[in-house]
């Protein structure tokens, strides 16, 4: 798909990623305060359940802080994930009435949970605050593996989405997938905690690079071990160009079987 197409429908994305965030929090009493609900909820639970009880570590930082900080991205990257996968079907109607670029869908969708990132973000400088740990100049580069995630549920979710539109069973396995995912993802346990041997395996996991990134940003004297960034990229990069693919040769017959 040209992607001079969406340009000139850019004004048709920002609408439609501002009206799936107001259609997400309507009728709700904490409004888009809900965003927080997940990661600070998730990094409560994964707390209390594999530092206090199980006994696993962080090193110097505190293992809250160090959750938290993984959480917060992959709470982005499921929401995105699973919003990405399932935004031809839940705006079918308009798929059948009038014709855009599809592919003006799946972005929205990714727009409203970049806004999710965007307000959760605050909550981890005041937890931050508690700890009296403050992230130094790699906080910097945060946006980088928000974009470096956004780019990974973006190519996995398009290929999901042309599938979903045809076979519902995928939207229905979402929720399986993004929890299997995530134990194999160092989101919970530290890197150290995988044996050297299977890192280089390990790190095909787009994932593993975005949540040690993320933690390289905001932990400080957080080591990052550069090798296991291109694996991971080069496996995004791989996704998003097969999903690009799939979807543009899939999506002339998107109103023909949703």
């Known amino acids: 798909m040209p992607w001079t197409a969406l340009r000139r429908h850019g004004e048709l994305l920002a ?9 997400r929090y309507r009728q709700t009493v904490l409004g888009v305060s809900w965003a927080l609900v997940e990661p600070l ?20 930082v505190p293992y809250a802080l160090s959750c938290f900080a993984a959480v917060l991205i992959w709470t982005f990257f ?28 799946p972005l929205a969708a990714l727009g409203a949970s970049t806004i ?16 009296g740990v403050w992230p130094g ?13 956004a780019l990974a549920a973006l190519g996995i979710g398009l290929t999901l989405a042309s ?11 979402s929720t399986f997938l993004v929890q299997a995912w995530m134990l194999a ?4 346990y530290p890197l150290s905690l995988i044996p050297p041997a299977w890192r280089s395996w390990y790190a095909l996991n787009p994932m593993v690079a975005v949540v040690e990134g993320t933690r390289w940003a905001l932990l400080p004297n957080y080591t990052l071990d550069p090798l296991l960034l291109l694996p991971g990229l080069a496996v995004t990069l791989i996704c998003l160009a097969v ?9 002339h017959r998107f109103a023909d079987v949703i």
Do not use: Q
């Open 15 to 23: 609408f439609l990623a501002w009206r799936d965030i107001r259609v």
């Open 41 to 60: 909820a998730g990094a409560a639970l994964y707390t209390l359940l594999f530092h206090h009880l199980a006994g696993i570590s962080a090193g110097a």
């Open 78 to 105: 499921g929401r995105s994930l699973r919003a990405v996968m399932v935004s031809l079907v839940a705006n079918s109607g308009l798929i059948t009435k009038a014709y855009f670029p599809r592919l003006i869908l």
């Open 116 to 131: 999710d990132l965007l307000c959760v973000l605050p909550s981890y400088g005041l937890l931050a605050g508690y700890y």
């Open 137 to 149: 100049w790699p906080v910097l580069t945060l946006p980088l593996w928000a974009i470096l995630a």
């Open 163 to 173: 599938l979903n539109v045809r076979f519902r069973d995928v939207s229905a396995a």
């Open 185 to 188: 993802t160092p989101v919970v």
């Open 243 to 251: 999903g690009l693919t799939v979807f543009s040769r899939t999506e």
